[in-house]
């Protein structure tokens, strides 16, 4: 039994204490009942009476959030988006807790939608969540990492598997509307797998960053290998999650950040302390680089709180896709001969033929995450916290079309 159940627990046997009855009704986790499509506020939950202190009115009074260890005046503990009450006690019929859902833990949920023959492996959707899980993020329940929920649901029928998504969002949409229950629309991400978007080999899209939804079409490229599909689904994702190219910004192969969202990584990924092919968003920062002035001996420079110690275990770098030898830290070889040169020179190192970019500082960017899915994600229960109403559109029009990298021909040697 977890903590949260036993917490969940003895809340139960506290509310039998206090109405002295028990087997009818009451220990049942309460679910939110609507009539004709509207809300209605949810039934207080075991151990709370309907006028119990609920100093944050997330619908659990101020004595059972003692008992669960959330805060009573913040109805987003861990600060997910999700409220405290949907992810203790599930909400509008959606049973956050018995996919896995706490309230003192950052959780991620994605609904994982595929067309025939691109049904993921379990094995290849754990590497991302073994990203997330060993994420530098800290929790109030004094963990680590994000919890992120990869639930695979649907195989879209054949007759619906749209092959071509041109145009994505108004194809994609037709889907969605078909395959994703609605009531998740405040909880979930929804990802679909499909062959190709645009009519083009773009290897995925996400709709807006951040964003709810995102496509990963590596149909063209027989599916992708494991890594490759792994890689893609953690970069669309993290548009979604509020990540761009360039981390803060919008540059393409920014050489100073070491991340998935970076597209000379998208597709391999890093060494990280001797295991290739990791995925991993940015969890360093580097200081502001220089393509005219590039040392190898030095390599990068960290920017508090990260060390060289930091950057040292980090290898397996890439520059004009070509896998170098060195870390992060030291003797990285930028030119890719194979020789730590010993006097600095220049080198494009972002493709667009210039060898005097300056790159500003990078992100660490799992201290940048957006959980709000762009105001989407986020019931009703947050309140305050809550800045949309959860009552908008759940298809709502992209704010960006975002097309990500196209698959070239790998040239490492
Ligand atoms: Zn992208």
């Keep these: 039994m977890s903590q949260l159940q036993k917490a969940l627990l003895t809340a139960s046997l506290l509310f039998l204490g206090l109405n002295g009855c028990g087997g009818t009704g009451g220990q049942e986790a309460p679910m939110a009942s609507t009539r004709q499509g509207v809300a209605l506020a949810p039934p207080p939950p075991p151990g709370c009476l309907p006028e119990s202190p609920d100093t944050d009115q997330d619908g659990i009074c101020d004595g059972v959030e003692a008992i669960l260890g959330t805060h009573p005046d913040s109805s987003d503990t861990d600060g997910d988006r999700l409220s405290d009450y949907a992810e203790a006690y599930g909400l509008d019929g959606v049973d956050l807790p018995s996919l896995g859902a706490n309230p003192r833990r950052k959780d991620l949920f994605v609904e994982v939608d595929y067309y025939p023959g691109f049904l993921p492996a379990q094995t290849t959707l754990d590497r991302v969540i073994s990203a997330f899980t060993t994420a530098p993020v800290s929790n109030p329940d004094g963990s680590t990492g994000v919890s992120l929920h990869l639930m695979v649901d649907e195989q879209i029928s054949a007759a619906d598997a749209d092959q071509d998504l041109d145009p994505v969002w108004t194809e994609f949409d037709l889907i969605k509307a078909k395959y994703f ?233």
């Design 181 to 413: 229950e609605a009531s998740r629309a405040p909880f979930f991400h929804y990802m679909l797998l499909a062959n190709q978007h645009s009519g083009g080999t773009a290897s995925g899209s996400s709709r807006g960053i951040p964003g709810h939804d995102f496509v990963v079409t590596l149909g063209f490229a027989g599916g992708g290998t494991a890594l490759q599909l792994a890689g893609t689904l953690m970069h669309e994702l993290g548009h979604n999650i509020g990540l761009r190219h360039g981390g803060n910004d919008n540059a393409h192969f920014k050489p100073n950040y070491l991340s998935i969202m970076n597209n000379e990584y998208q597709l391999h990924g890093f060494t990280m302390g001797g295991v290739p092919n990791v995925l991993d968003y940015s969890r360093v920062r580097i200081a502001s680089f220089n393509e005219a002035t590039i040392n190898e001996v030095a390599a990068f420079t960290p920017v508090a709180p990260t060390t060289e110690a930091d950057l040292a275990l980090i290898g397996g770098l890439r520059f004009n896709n070509r896998l170098v030898i060195g870390n992060a830290s030291a003797n990285l070889s930028f030119n890719a001969n194979f020789v730590i040169e010993a006097t600095s020179y220049a080198l494009d190192l972002n493709h667009n033929g210039a060898k005097n970019n300056v790159f500003p500082a990078s992100q660490n960017d799992w201290q940048a995450l957006v959980y709000d899915g762009a105001g989407e994600i986020g019931d009703s229960q947050l309140g305050a916290l809550r800045s949309l109403s959860r009552e908008s559109a759940f298809l709502v029009a992209p704010d960006k079309m975002e097309p990500c990298l196209t698959v070239e021909p790998d040239r490492t040697p």
